[in-house]
């Protein structure tokens, strides 16, 4: 039978979509999270294509989910991959979705797309491209191969705003939101978070990379301005700021405990058992943590970034410096919220693959 006879059903039977990005790397963060997910749900992405930035690894099977990473070169700075562009053009596909804005591998995935007159999604994550250095070659890729690339684009907008800045590129943006696997965050203790790391007492949880763009210190500031102190953890790798963020604890007379990097028991104990969930962060594409904290039923605090304008008052309240963050913890503190249903409603990758399954189908 000619594939070009086959009703959409059987069509299904027969897509095949290649989902690329700059790198996937362990422990997963926000995007390889998503790549992950959609890739496990949905049976039409054969492979995730990557480069070698952060793993030697060339081809990998996690969960019946193929990685294939090739190697990089670097240009000014600018990390580029001869071998991923040439791989993607020989690779039987029926859609690529890049998952990203501006690395080369979204550029290449773009570029062979558009040759070979075939469907491009690409989910950008964040409003500009942030891999330059200076903000006004940020400004020229977004009016120029950042505009023509979303333009000509199927674009995936994770959060609301993140839709409102890309219609105005003028092409096809839609919102779907990433989600979380509920299962896993069962109500029932399978870890003791606090007994593991002898916390006694209250404690506010933040949960990321240790680097100076999450902006920990505004905890530590905010914390050091009320009068009963709640520790503070925060559970990430360290990218080089955790020194700083101890002789700014020690000088402001705030216990905080940096746990590292912690299994998902330990996260979803955490999570459960923590005072409140603070996000301070400068810039999220989305910010994961923040649902998976409501999926605990606690409360989460968060910069107006990412996500958080999203969600209900009631879940998620915002704050815009210490001061205002300082207010929001002494209110907040112990107060566990009922949002758990919020997030099985509307934030389930379950929910997220079908919608970005059908999208594929519509294309």
Not at 64 to 83: A, D, L, Q
Request: net charge neutral.
């Amino acid at each position: 039978m000619e594939r070009e006879n086959v009703c959409k059903e059987e069509l299904k039977l027969f897509m095949i979509v290649k989902s690329v990005t700059r790198n996937f790397v362990y422990p997963m963060g926000g995007i390889e999270e998503h790549i992950y997910n959609l890739a496990v749900r949905i049976k039409s992405i054969d492979e995730i294509i990557a480069t070698k930035l952060f793993s030697d690894h060339d081809i990998e099977k996690i969960d019946n989910v193929n990685i294939r990473r090739f190697p990089f070169h670097h240009i000014g700075g600018y990390c580029y991959s001869k071998e991923l562009r040439e791989y993607l053009n020989s690779a039987g596909a029926d859609i690529i979705h890049g998952h990203g804005w501006g690395s080369h591998a979204v550029l290449a995935a773009f570029s062979v797309a558009k040759n070979k007159n075939l469907p491009i999604v690409i989910t950008p994550y964040e409003f500009y491209h942030t891999q330059f250095p200076k903000n006004v070659i940020e400004a020229f890729y977004n009016k120029t191969n950042g505009r023509k690339i979303i333009k000509n684009s199927t674009v995936i907008a994770v959060t609301k705003l993140q839709k409102e800045f890309f219609d105005k590129f003028g092409g096809t943006v839609c919102h779907i939101p990433c989600g979380v696997d509920i299962k896993k965050y069962s109500l029932k203790k399978t870890s003791n978070f606090k007994l593991k790391y002898d916390i006694d007492g209250d404690f506010i949880l933040s949960i990321g990379r240790i680097s100076r763009y999450k902006r920990f210190d505004m905890i530590i500031k905010a914390v050091s301005k009320l009068d009963e102190k709640p520790i503070i953890v925060i559970a990430g790798k360290d990218w080089g700021d955790a020194e700083q963020l101890k002789k700014i604890a020690i000088q402001k007379n705030v216990d905080i405990i940096f746990v590292g990097q912690i299994s998902e028991p330990d996260k979803i104990s955490a999570l459960m058992q923590a005072g409140v969930y603070v996000s301070p962060s400068q810039r999220e594409g989305f910010g994961i943590t923040l649902i998976e904290a409501l999926a605990c039923n606690t409360k989460v605090l968060a910069t107006p970034v990412g996500i958080a304008p999203d969600l209900p008052d009631e879940f998620c309240e915002m704050f815009k410096n210490e001061n205002e963050l300082s207010i929001l913890i002494e209110k907040n503190l112990n107060q566990k919220v009922d949002s758990r249903s919020f997030i099985e409603s509307n934030y389930t990758w379950e929910f997220v693959a079908k919608k970005t399954e059908e999208l594929y189908e519509s294309l």
